[in-house]
């Protein structure tokens, strides 16, 4: 199998595209790190379901750059070694410009961008230095259509996202020579359960509508585009986005 004994981390890997990730890549025979910050019991019971053997859980808040270095180590030193990072961990805080006080509209920008910016950047280098000393690796980051068509109500969540994706460019150019690609998919809405409660609402067939294919992207299809970056055989693809959206947003 492509991943066989691969050793992989993914950051919010116990639920939603971050276990669909580690689900597909202990199907192809790696070895997944999976973080996580709460839910102990969710994120056992997410381990437990897993193909294979030597996977493992790791609960670290990695919006701290201590945690996410010690992240890293610890990851390296459960399985043996890296060659994948999967940056998926994100939040997604709405606040609305029309209801929101100043002090809970820039609490919930820095919450947002200290999530979904600077914990990845923070990983990205501690992983990236361990690759650089053993045969280069993979980094593939979850960012999300919001980063190209704005997001409204959750400006902190469209603003990361761009800049994830500008992190994970420019990253792709400063470690190619190291041996390290790095990738990045931006999916459009998918079924999770943290979106389960606005596709079962009013407003979930205009959701749907927005794809001729009248449906949101379901999680393993967004691990499909992430193994596909994660593969060494798609190293030359490095500073690509792959756009899992069913045509609802079209860039070019």
Request: hydrophobic share 45%.
């Amino acid at each position: 199998m492509r991943f066989r004994d691969q050793r992989i981390l993914i950051t919010g890997g116990t639920r939603g595209i971050g276990l669909a990730c580690a689900r597909a890549f202990a199907r192809e025979g790696a070895r997944v790190a999976m973080n996580f910050v709460r839910r102990e019991a969710d994120a056992a019971a997410a381990l437990a379901a897993l193909d294979g053997k030597g996977h493992c859980l790791l609960q670290a808040d990695l919006s701290r750059r201590e945690a996410a270095a010690k992240l890293v180590s610890r990851a390296v030193e459960a399985l043996g070694g890296l060659e994948v990072l999967v940056n998926n961990a994100g939040v997604s805080i709405p606040h609305p410009f029309d209801t929101s006080s100043e002090e809970e509209w820039g609490d919930a920008f820095l919450a947002t961008v200290e999530a979904n910016l600077l914990g990845p950047a923070y990983v990205s280098i501690a992983a990236a230095k361990h690759m650089q000393v053993h045969g280069g690796g993979r980094i593939v980051a979850v960012s999300s259509r919001g980063a190209f068509r704005g997001e409204p109500i959750k400006v902190g969540y469209g603003a990361s996202k761009a800049g994830l994706n500008a992190l994970h460019q420019s990253l792709a150019q400063a470690l190619s020579p190291h041996g390290i690609a790095v990738g990045i998919v931006a999916p459009g809405f998918v079924e999770t359960e943290l979106s389960r409660e606005r596709l079962a609402g009013p407003e979930g067939d205009e959701i749907r509508g927005q794809s001729g294919y009248n449906r949101v992207a379901k999680a393993e299809e967004v691990a499909h585009a992430v193994l596909f970056l994660a593969d060494e055989r798609s190293a030359f693809s490095s500073g690509s986005i792959i756009d899992v959206n069913g045509a609802s947003y079209l860039r070019s």
